[in-house]
């Protein structure tokens, strides 16, 4: 049976023939869709994977060409990908993207945790501690949205998705409102200082996924990174593998 999958404000309808390898990788639970009418709607089908489709197309990961390629139509990605859990995941990973770019929003490489006035977004290369902060905030009293992929949209929303990096950071909440956003780096103690809005543009595009072609340009991707920095700006946030950086975390997003 397939199923539905939020994705920001909109919904992705995955095909039957994807649902267990996509078991296999990624959280549900959280993220089932009210199937409000006017939701922005996408249908992820999957194919073989061909040389053909990947000349069409465009790879899921440049570094794995084996996990195949996705095609962009209307109302509908196409995944040419082999029977793995990994290609399946990538190509879900597509689908929202051009899910929320449609939303007119940004997908980061990022985790989430929410308080009670609002989200923390944590970006950072990898291995900066990006996980390891999100859990340390969870203890400190907050709600995870994703350790791993969030969506932010131009009505100040963070949306978490169906992704994570470590199995036991399971999300518990699908959305809220954005409060903060941090640059995470490992420090001897917990402090924050505000980036200038060029650096922190720079930043966010690190972290931001590629937009598939046709579908948003450079120039609008960084003039969207332009609007949320010049939101809530963007912080680095220098913290110790340590119960106390959470608390940090919890006070900063709730002094904001």
């Known amino acids: 049976m397939g199923c539905e999958v939020r994705a920001g404000e909109g919904v992705i309808e995955v095909e039957d023939g994807l649902v267990p390898l996509l078991e296999q990788r990624c959280v549900w ?3 089932q869709p009210s199937g409000q009418a006017g939701s922005p709607r996408l249908r992820l089908s999957a194919r073989p994977a061909s040389p053909e489709a990947a000349a069409r197309g465009f790879l899921l990961d440049a570094q794995r060409p084996v996990w195949g390629s996705v095609e962009v139509e209307a109302e509908r990605v196409v995944a040419h990908i082999p029977p793995d ?23 980061l490489h990022a985790a989430a945790v929410a308080f009670s006035t609002g989200a923390l977004v944590i970006v950072g290369p990898s291995g ?14 907050g709600a995870l949205l994703s350790d791993e992929t969030v ?51 720079r930043l966010l595009l690190q972290q931001a996924y590629r937009p598939p072609p046709g579908t948003v340009s450079r120039p ?18 220098t913290c110790r593998k340590s119960p106390d950086a959470g608390v940090f975390a919890r006070d900063f997003v709730e002094a904001a």
């Open 128 to 141: 900066a501690g990006k996980s390891t902060l999100a859990r340390s905030a969870v203890a400190a009293g």
């Open 29 to 31: 639970s959280h993220l």
């Open 85 to 107: 859990p990994f290609a399946a995941e990538a190509a879900l990973r597509a689908a929202v993207l051009v899910s929320v770019l449609r939303q007119g929003g940004l997908l």
């Open 151 to 201: 969506g932010l949209l131009p009505s100040g929303q963070v949306h978490g998705s169906p992704f994570r990096s470590d199995a036991d950071l399971v999300p518990t909440c699908a959305a809220a409102r954005l409060a903060r956003i941090v640059w995470v780096v490992k420090g001897p103690a917990e402090s924050v200082s505000p980036v200038e809005a060029p650096e922190a543009v």
């Open 220 to 237: 609008e991707l960084a003039a969207r990174a332009v609007a949320l920095a010049g939101g809530v700006g963007l912080f680095r946030f």
